[in-house]
């Protein structure tokens, strides 16, 4: 374990920017969607990636407590947006 106050190693640099640029990332997709929502094709084009090519018609369940299940897959990616719960899966 490294003393407390000293730089990272490289490795650990690496782990550290590469998960900060996935967590940018699904921010900046998040912001994407808030502004122009689901109908837009690049906000689309992200969803199909996500799911393989396909946006899952809904409902899209999950297995979080309380929210058992959404009505599309968009009010699903808008919650994971709003709790910043990025890689919540169903």
Do not use: W
Request: net charge positive; hydrophobic share 35%.
């Amino acid at each position: 374990a490294q003393q407390p106050g000293t730089l990272l190693s490289n490795q650990e640099y690496h782990r550290f920017f590469r998960f900060l640029q996935i967590t940018i990332q699904a921010s900046t997709a998040c912001h994407l969607r808030e502004l122009y929502g689901c109908k837009n094709s690049l906000v689309q084009r992200l969803d199909e990636y996500e799911n393989h090519g396909v946006i899952p018609p809904g409902p899209i369940c999950s297995e979080l407590p309380g929210n058992p299940f959404f009505r599309n897959f968009c009010t699903f990616s808008l919650y994971r947006c709003l709790t910043k719960k990025f890689f919540l899966k169903v």
